[in-house]
């Protein structure tokens, strides 16, 4: 068994290589500097020099607000980029895990959403990364797609991390109170994401850390772990200046997993920890 793995040195896939490299399976990481996977040829010289058996997709366009005046680029990384990696993946015989988002859905109700549930992305990120979701269906038949949501780990930018940085800056921050969803660490995903490739449980899944929060009460748990005094303020959404629309519901529900028996994840407060400890 040989795992690549794209977007290696991202939270993400940085967390996948290193559970990989903790269980001894042999794989190849790759970053953008390695292989730019919006290059249809790169991408084909890629696997067939690296011959694996899965690939664990996880490079991808993340800049959810800078999007909606990179439409383009987002695109041409989220969609074109995943299309070649999966053509690819066809032309090699290798399996794909491709990692996608909430965001492909429009967030209404408040119940957790169902895989099959109708998609309605609100903005360019969430469109493009449905693209890409398509573009595997399209041309794999051995693949595993996983939706998941608010991640965050101990490599790269991401909302905990500025959030522990205003706490030490502000005495009090206003945060988005009516968007719901789950939290999820990078490197509790990462086990799922390993034990999954080494199946054939192919599908759609949902993945998240356990449990249901609005931004603000994430802010307000992160502020409380790490002994800072700063205050959370709850605005809704409306009142929250942004460049993008995003879902009020990110409920997933991960039921998928449980019916082929993958392991869920822990609680998000309790994923949370884990990342403190390690920061």
């Not at 249809?40 to 996880?58: F, K, M, N, T, Y």
Request: charged share 25%.
């Amino acid at each position: 068994m040989k795992i690549l793995v794209t977007g290696a040195s991202g939270q993400l896939g940085s967390d996948v290589c290193a559970e990989l490299e903790a269980r001894r399976i042999a794989h190849c990481g790759v970053s953008t500097r390695e292989c730019d996977i919006t290059d249809a040829q790169a991408v084909s010289a890629l696997l067939e020099s690296c011959c694996p058996d899965v690939v664990i997709h996880c490079a991808a366009y993340t800049a959810v607000e800078h999007a909606e005046s990179d439409k383009e680029r987002c695109w041409l990384v989220n969609a074109d980029g995943t299309r070649n990696i999966a053509r690819a993946c066809r032309d090699v015989g290798a399996k794909l895990l491709y990692i996608s988002t909430d965001y492909v859905f429009s967030g209404e109700g408040d119940q957790p959403h169902q895989v099959d549930d109708p998609t309605g992305p609100l903005n360019v990120y969430g469109a493009s990364k449905l693209a890409g979701e398509q573009a595997v269906r399209e041309l794999l038949e051995r693949c595993w797609i996983v939706r998941t949501s608010w991640v965050f780990g101990n490599h790269g930018g991401n909302f905990v991390k500025t959030m522990l940085r205003l706490g030490r800056e502000r005495e009090e921050v206003r945060v988005v109170c009516d968007q719901i969803g789950s939290p999820t660490y990078t490197a509790d995903l990462a086990k799922l994401l390993c034990d999954m490739s080494m199946t054939e449980s192919y599908g759609t899944y949902h993945a998240a850390n356990a449990g249901f929060c609005s931004w603000a009460e994430f802010a307000e748990e992160i502020f409380r772990l790490a002994g800072l005094p700063t205050r959370v303020v709850p605005v809704p959404a409306a009142e929250y200046p942004s460049k993008v629309v995003r879902p009020m519901n990110s409920r997933l529900d991960q039921s998928a997993l449980q019916r082929e028996g993958f392991q869920a994840l822990p609680h998000w407060k309790d994923a949370l920890k884990a990342f403190q400890r390690r920061e």
